[in-house]
């Protein structure tokens, strides 16, 4: 049975950095792509950030250079480092995963087959 796990979520002020956490079980984590993203209310749920099995990553504009994505296959664990979180970065953040075969865009979660349950980020003014 498939699992991932995030941790990681809180409340930060404007500017600071959190560190997101995804724990992979059931699955061959190195050959997986693992994307990352965010849904706030009344808004769609989002790709932010993903990287396939060979650690190419992707990211949507909006966090390049704010957000890094990252994997450690040994720990079967996938992080998101965010750095200078803004109010419009809170939402629950999900992590995902899908054999590298049907992972054709990184940030499309239609690609994905399996979910976290999320963990929620929220950054106060």
């Known amino acids: 049975q498939v699992q991932l796990v995030e941790s990681g979520g809180g409340s930060v002020e404007t500017g600071g950095s959190l560190r997101l956490s995804c724990v992979g079980s059931?699955?061959?984590?190195?050959?997986?792509?693992v994307g990352w993203f965010r849904q706030s209310p009344k808004k769609e749920r989002e790709g932010i950030a993903g990287?396939?099995?060979?650690?190419?990553?992707k990211y949507i504009e909006s966090v390049k250079g704010r957000f890094t994505i990252s994997r450690d296959n040994a720990k079967n664990t996938t992080y998101l480092q965010m750095n200078d979180l803004k109010p419009e970065d809170s939402a629950m953040y999900y992590c995902a995963a899908t054999p590298y075969s049907r992972c054709t865009n990184l940030l499309e979660k239609n690609d994905y087959d399996s979910w976290g349950q999320g963990t929620q980020v929220t950054v106060t003014s």
């Open positions: 059931g699955l061959s984590f190195s050959s997986e792509c």
């Open positions: 990287i396939n099995s060979h650690g190419w990553t």
